[in-house]
């Protein structure tokens, strides 16, 4: 990895590009330190201590601490990744936009600028129900009407530059905008982690019980957590990378084919099926569909009694329905991101029209059934992986009485960091490699 990213310093346009995603991550991180008018600095301290554990907390990793400080970058990247899920599901429902997500780049383009209408229009929404929860805790120092704009048009204004930054990402750096900026917030999170572990050696490290009462760990147990911690931390990162380096290798054989006087063909290939070809991809939409819940009743606030009661405690972070669902949505995006990103038939026909087969199955339509019965066990097995990971923390959250709360969403986050770190290399990897062919004129 680090060699790759040496021989990328190297070439001048590769450089350019390193620099200017650098240059962008350190706006944005700027951004996420910039405070709003009329706020009270003690009282976002208090709410962002109370909310610790909850959805808060996922929330806020993903925002970079920024939706803790009530920044103006507080709703981070949240609008746009949610925006893209939707237009993805409905180009697989409405048949205009499948017709237009297929135009090529021109209808590319339609489909990003539906994107970003879709994410200022959801930023507006969320940016009220912030002003809303903001106000309700005693944050905000004036009710005024104008400070009410002011805030909500910042948080908005905020969320739509994010968005901007993220594709310029795409256009100008390295590519992988949105992850960037997610491994970007994740990473900036260091600190706190180092410090956490050392409070729990210490035996200074407190929780809150599902009862609502604080409780301090002994010392003994925090030095047992923080060295299984640091120990299941390192067994993650290698399996995730192994599991992103596997794949199924389905063999090709080539029929032999004269030229003029010479012979071309017979060689044997095979067609590599990656155990992970979503990437951080299914963990970042599941993860983004199954906070809504809590979201909206953090803006809008949550009922004491009643239905509605229990049916948020459903989607709390410290109940075993919340593990099941990210399980079950984990593996669901997983089959349909590859859905959308990888067609078994026009795999099926690029081999035939190589004059290739797989042997033992007859080309056209039973190679197109064979690789999708194989892409869909390989899939399921990735998912499984990618979802155990992910849940294992909370398991250990809700199985210690939410004493863990610290790390509920570590499984998510290690995937993430890792997952991205892997796909920019292999994307500088693939720019190094066009960089280095020379064509077949020389």
Not at 145 to 164: K, N, R, T
Not at 368 to 378: D, G, M, P, T
Request: glycine letters at 8%.
């Amino acid at each position: 990895m680090f060699q790759t990213i040496k021989n990328a310093w190297k070439l001048a346009d590769l450089r350019k590009k390193i620099l200017y995603t650098l240059l962008i991550i350190f706006i944005y991180r700027i951004g996420t330190a910039l405070p709003v008018p009329y706020m009270d600095a003690n009282a976002i301290n208090n709410l962002a201590s109370q909310m610790s554990g909850s959805v808060f907390q996922y929330l806020n990793i993903l925002s970079g601490n920024a939706l803790s400080r009530a920044t103006i970058f507080a709703l981070g990247i949240q609008p746009y990744i949610t925006a893209s899920i939707i237009l993805q599901l409905l180009c697989v429902a409405i048949p205009a936009l499948e017709r237009l997500s297929k135009e090529g780049e021109e209808g590319k383009k339609k489909i990003n600028q539906i994107t970003r209408y879709t994410t200022v229009a959801l930023a507006l929404i969320s940016a009220f129900g912030y002003y809303q929860l903001l106000k309700s805790q005693g944050v905000i120092t004036d009710g005024g009407w104008f400070p009410m704009i002011v805030i909500i048009v910042s948080y908005c204004a905020g969320s739509a530059l994010v968005m901007w930054l993220a594709e310029k990402i795409n256009e100008n750096g390295i590519g992988n905008g949105i992850s960037i900026i997610l491994f970007a917030n994740i990473i900036s999170r260091g600190p706190a982690i180092v410090s956490g572990i050392i409070s729990y050696v210490r035996g200074t490290s407190t929780y809150t019980t599902a009862s609502g009462e604080t409780a301090t760990i002994p010392q003994w147990v925090g030095i047992i957590i923080a060295v299984v911690g640091l120990i299941a931390a390192v067994a993650m990162i290698a399996f995730i990378v192994w599991m992103t380096n596997s794949e199924r290798r389905l063999p090709v054989q080539y029929a032999k084919k004269v030229v003029g006087r010479k012979m071309y063909g017979g060689q044997n290939s095979n067609l590599p099926i990656k155990v992970n070809m979503t990437g951080v991809m299914p963990i970042i939409f599941a993860n983004s569909i199954i906070t809504v819940p809590q979201t909206i009743a953090m803006f809008t606030g949550t009922p004491s009694s009643g239905f509605w009661k229990g049916f948020l405690d459903l989607f709390d972070t410290g109940s075993w329905f919340y593990a099941a669902l990210t399980l079950v949505l984990i593996v669901a995006f997983s089959y349909f991101y590859i859905a959308i990103s990888f067609d078994p038939v026009e795999v099926s026909n690029n081999i035939k029209s190589q004059g290739g087969f797989i042997p033992g199955i007859r080309p056209g339509r039973p190679t197109a059934e064979y690789i999708k019965k194989v892409l869909s066990r390989v899939t399921f097995i990735g998912a499984l992986c990618l979802a155990v990971v992910a849940v294992l923390p909370l398991v250990a959250n809700i199985a210690s009485g939410r004493a863990l709360s610290s790390i509920a969403f570590g499984g998510s986050s290690i995937i993430i960091v890792v997952g991205v770190v892997l796909e920019t290399i292999r994307e500088i990897e693939a720019q190094m490699t066009m960089r280095h062919y020379k064509g077949f004129l020389e």
